[in-house]
């Protein structure tokens, strides 16, 4: 039985190892990411600093609900810190050089505002 032509042109997959120290800088960069996350719902739950929780109504506290703790967590805590620089819009053509659109922030990343030289 001749091989089909995905597997006639299809290649296992190779990636570069990353070096000892740049995987244990990432672990411990996250897990230092993440205790401060820990430390900021603590602020929280005692009501020194504003929460930006998404909740569910009162009439909907029967069903499933729709964010799990770590969701929540990961979204106010790591997320929205670092949303800035992943969710970037260009304002040009694709490719090796393009236009990225200027943004600001008031409120930490929870909103933005397109900010124009003109």
């Known amino acids: 039985m001749p091989p089909s032509s ?7 997959e190779s990636f570069e190892q990353p070096p000892m120290y740049v995987a244990v800088m990432t672990y411990l960069g996250f897990g230092i990411v993440t205790l401060f996350g820990y430390f900021r719902d603590f602020l929280r739950a005692v009501g020194l600093e504003k929460c930006h929780i998404a909740r569910e109504r009162e009439e909907q506290k029967d069903f ?16 929205m810190r670092v949303r800035d620089n992943w969710n970037r819009p260009i304002c040009s053509l694709p490719g090796p050089v393009f236009d990225v659109m200027e943004r600001v922030s008031p409120d930490y990343n929870w909103t933005f505002r397109y900010w124009y030289l003109h």
């Open 6 to 12: 995905r597997q006639r042109f299809q290649r296992p």
């Open 64 to 79: 499933v609900p729709l964010y799990q703790d770590f969701e929540n967590f990961y979204t106010r805590n790591l997320y």
